[in-house]
């Protein structure tokens, strides 16, 4: 099975990204244009949500409009970075549940650890988005969905500002099944596993932490 990446290529898009990645803009317009970015792909990633019609009343006449449908959604926010792209996710889904996965690299066996995970009771029953400004060596990403998936949870996206092909090969290789949105494939890792030529330290910039 090969995985879904959606590289988003809108011009607005494009272009807040552009504004995004500059080393000269302000840790107060980083923050906005990451939120205006998670928006937009929240919207790209919630396309095939399903619809059903509901009867409503307009002040003109009687209609069947869609609304949605199917699953509830949850938002997976991995610690820290996930949390700058919650604001502009839930700016589109005001009524997502919201989930956290804390993750920290073991420096002998370069593992991911978790330290802190906490869910909805009823997250098997909800679409999970699992958000992470940068999707670098794939390894948290990874690890978040395993354990979502040990959770009962079956339906999952993931969603990044930015991939490192490494990251989305990782990704592809132990769930094939989730689809990768994200709004650009950089080049490659660095060997200090910074996506070149990236944004930076995704975390300090929106936490203004350097
Ligand atoms: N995490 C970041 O914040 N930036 C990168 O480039 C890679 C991982």
Same mark, same amino acid.
């Given at each position: 099975?090969?995985?879904?990446?959606?590289?988003?290529?809108?011009?607005?898009?494009?272009? +807040?990204?552009?504004? @995004?990645?500059?080393?000269?803009?302000?840790?107060?317009?980083?923050?906005?244009?990451?939120?205006?970015?998670?928006?937009?792909?929240?919207?790209?990633?919630?396309?095939?949500?399903?619809?059903?019609?509901?009867?409503?009343?307009?002040?003109?006449?009687?209609?069947?409009?869609?609304?949605?449908?199917?699953? +509830?959604?949850?938002?997976?926010?991995?610690?820290? @970075? #996930?949390?700058?792209?919650?604001?502009?996710?839930?700016?589109?889904?005001?009524?997502?549940?919201?989930?956290?996965?804390?993750?920290?690299?073991?420096?002998?066996?370069?593992?991911?650890?978790?330290?802190?995970?906490?869910?909805?009771?009823?997250?098997?029953?909800?679409?999970?988005?699992?958000?992470?400004?940068?999707?670098?060596?794939?390894?948290?990403?990874?690890? @978040?969905?395993?354990?979502? +998936?040990?959770?009962?949870?079956?339906?999952?996206?993931?969603?990044?500002?930015? @991939?490192?092909?490494?990251?989305?090969?990782?990704?592809?290789?132990?769930?094939?099944?989730?689809?990768?949105?994200?709004?650009?494939?950089?080049? +490659?890792?660095?060997?200090?596993?910074?996506?070149?030529?990236?944004? #930076?330290?995704?975390?300090?910039?929106?936490?203004?932490?350097?």
């Amino acid at each position: 099975m090969k995985a879904e990446v959606q590289e988003i290529r809108h011009p607005l898009v494009q272009h +807040k990204l552009t504004h @995004a990645r500059s080393a000269d803009t302000t840790t107060d317009n980083f923050r906005r244009l990451v939120r205006e970015l998670a928006a937009m792909l929240a919207y790209e990633a919630t396309r095939d949500l399903p619809t059903e019609l509901s009867r409503i009343r307009t002040p003109v006449a009687e209609c069947d409009a869609p609304i949605l449908a199917g699953k +509830k959604l949850c938002i997976v926010s991995i610690l820290r @970075a #996930g949390n700058g792209i919650l604001d502009g996710m839930i700016d589109l889904l005001p009524g997502a549940r919201i989930g956290h996965i804390g993750l920290y690299r073991d420096p002998e066996t370069l593992e991911p650890v978790e330290y802190y995970f906490k869910v909805p009771d009823d997250v098997a029953e909800r679409l999970v988005i699992v958000v992470d400004p940068m999707l670098a060596t794939g390894n948290s990403a990874v690890a @978040a969905i395993s354990r979502l +998936k040990e959770c009962g949870v079956s339906s999952l996206k993931f969603v990044s500002i930015l @991939a490192a092909p490494e990251g989305i090969a990782t990704l592809a290789e132990f769930h094939p099944d989730v689809p990768i949105f994200t709004a650009a494939i950089d080049e +490659k890792l660095n060997e200090h596993g910074y996506i070149v030529p990236g944004l #930076g330290d995704a975390g300090d910039r929106i936490f203004g932490t350097q």
